[in-house]
């Protein structure tokens, strides 16, 4: 159909797409002594170390240097001052068989690439650039790659506004396209709009079906907890070790689960519940980003539980934290979904004698199994006070409808058949208004509360 071909176009190759060739890269952090621009929290070494990391996800890409050269504005067009650039370029020339480097901020304009890259010699990526394509790299449904579509336009929107002035400096004035009337950068312009538009309302459709998946869910009462962290702090593994689900293969690698992907597990009293894995998070990802990828977090406001999995191991596992809850914040997340939060702290193997200090946090070892009985424990406790369910024992007549009922209107965990009376003593999950309702057709009926 054509709605079907609109949609290919749109998921085809990215003019932006930085391909799958090896790169060499040179890793520069403008660090900040001082100032607004100087990030409170963090250190140029951490800083550096997440660039590193990043850069690791690619694969065939590699770092030859790291190298932190002070700056008081990063913002100006060389982005360092007259002799630290000097002393910044002569390195950068010096290092053999270099392909790229990696500037560590958030955005440079067209402009400033294009005056370094005739600098050194060699191409140069910003942070927006690199995330990007690691997403790019990373997405695998329809969604997943609409959403980088959408981020990259202003990503086009600025090369176009590059090509148009350098045009404009080689012919001297805009030239009309072939008496349309409308110049070379109004017709870009508008193509640019057609295209976000199209992204959007494709997004829109996407959303659509989505929630009717979710009133589906809603309908079947599976309760749905969402796995959340930041990037690489060991989400996949615990997922896998709570539902046995082989097939999941955890990557060790930033943002390996780009798409929420859903997985059935069951609690102690067997509960089936869904646990979704949900992107990674990550200090100063580039802001259009984070806009086209809180969209993939919308599912999570729809949960019944959120784990907050944390990597104890890690040096800003403070900071990490902090991240993660800023942008949950921002989620506009019902208050008892971000209150209820289960608190993990994951990878506790690699600590001797570890003792979380916040009071309520679950000390785990996904990897080994270590304290997931008590993490499944502790979901379903708060998975029964979320979803308003009970878990009780009732004593029924086989001769009478209450056993049909509550297999048509509860989960039925267990039944204990007395056959000397003719009764058998049922173990159901039941939410409250079923248990209401059961009350009040079988008055005469014993329950007793497990």
Same mark, same amino acid.
């Given at each position: 159909s054509e709605e079907e071909e609109d949609l290919e176009e749109l998921l085809g190759p990215s003019p932006l797409a930085l391909g799958?060739?090896?790169?060499?890269?040179?890793?520069?952090?403008?660090?900040?002594?001082?100032?607004?621009?100087?990030?409170?929290?963090?250190?140029?070494?951490?800083?550096? &170390?997440e660039a590193v990391a990043l850069v690791d996800t690619l694969q065939n890409w590699t770092v030859l240097e790291k190298i932190i050269i002070p700056t008081k504005n990063p913002n100006k067009k060389f982005v360092f001052g007259k002799g630290n650039f000097q002393v910044l370029t002569e390195k950068i020339k010096k290092l053999p068989h270099l392909t790229a480097v990696f500037l560590n901020v958030e955005r440079i304009s067209s402009l400033t690439k294009k005056e370094l890259e005739a600098a050194w010699g060699v191409k140069v990526f910003d942070r927006y650039t690199i995330v990007l394509h690691i997403f790019r790299c990373n997405a695998r449904t329809k969604e997943a790659k609409l959403q980088i579509a959408l981020?990259?336009?202003?990503?086009?929107?600025?090369?176009?506004?590059?090509?148009?002035?350098?045009?404009?400096?080689?012919?001297?004035?805009?030239?009309?396209?072939?008496?349309?009337?409308?110049?070379?950068?109004?017709?870009?312009?508008?193509?640019?709009?057609?295209?976000?538009?199209?992204?959007?309302?494709?997004?829109?459709?996407?959303?659509?079906?989505?929630?009717?998946?979710?009133?589906?869910?809603?309908?079947?009462?599976?309760?749905?907890?969402?796995?959340?962290?930041?990037?690489?702090?060991?989400?996949?593994?615990?997922?896998k070790a709570l539902t046995g689900e082989a097939e999941i293969q955890p990557r060790d690698q930033l943002f390996a689960t780009l798409d929420i992907t859903a997985h059935a597990g069951y609690l102690p009293s067997h509960m089936a519940v869904i646990y979704v894995d949900t992107i990674g998070f990550l200090t100063d990802l580039p802001h259009n980003l984070v806009e086209s990828f809180s969209a993939t977090l919308e599912e999570v406001a729809y949960s019944d539980?959120?784990? !907050?999995?944390?990597?104890?191991?890690?040096?800003?596992?403070?900071?990490?934290?902090?991240?993660?809850?800023?942008?949950?914040?921002?989620?506009?997340?019902?208050? !008892?979904?971000?209150?209820?939060?289960?608190?993990?702290?994951?990878?506790?193997?690699?600590?001797?004698?570890?003792?979380?200090?916040?009071?309520? &946090?679950?000390?785990?070892? &996904?990897?080994?199994? !270590?304290?997931?009985?008590?993490?499944?424990?502790?979901?379903?406790?708060?998975?029964?006070?979320?979803?308003?369910?009970?878990?009780?024992?009732?004593?029924?007549?086989?001769?009478?409808?209450?056993?049909?009922?509550?297999y048509k209107e509860a989960t039925v965990q267990d039944i204990e058949v007395m056959p000397e009376d003719g009764t058998a003593r049922v173990k159901v999950i039941i939410s409250s208004s079923?248990?209401?309702?059961?009350?009040?057709?079988?008055?005469?009926?014993?329950?007793?509360m497990s």
């Open positions: 799958p060739g090896a790169q060499r890269v040179a890793i520069v952090h403008p660090a900040v002594k001082w100032g607004p621009k100087k990030s409170p929290l963090t250190t140029a070494e951490f800083q550096i &170390a981020a990259e336009i202003p990503l086009l929107r600025s090369n176009l506004k590059n090509e148009v002035s350098q045009r404009d400096q080689q012919r001297g004035g805009s030239r009309y396209i072939m008496g349309s009337g409308e110049t070379f950068m109004e017709t870009q312009s508008r193509v640019l709009k057609e295209r976000e538009l199209k992204i959007r309302n494709a997004l829109e459709k996407l959303r659509r079906k989505r929630s009717l998946l979710r009133t589906e869910r809603r309908k079947r009462e599976f309760p749905m907890i969402s796995v959340m962290g930041y990037t690489n702090c060991g989400k996949t593994t615990l997922i539980l959120i784990v !907050h999995v944390r990597d104890i191991t890690h040096p800003e596992t403070v900071l990490q934290k902090a991240t993660v809850l800023s942008v949950l914040k921002n989620l506009n997340l019902p208050s !008892h979904l971000l209150e209820s939060m289960v608190e993990v702290h994951n990878k506790v193997d690699l600590i001797e004698r570890y003792k979380p200090t916040e009071e309520n &946090a679950l000390a785990i070892s &996904a990897l080994h199994g !270590h304290g997931l009985e008590e993490l499944k424990y502790e979901i379903e406790k708060k998975i029964l006070t979320a979803t308003g369910k009970k878990i009780l024992t009732v004593n029924v007549n086989l001769e009478g409808p209450q056993l049909s009922w509550l079923a248990f209401g309702r059961y009350k009040n057709l079988f008055p005469s009926s014993k329950i007793f």
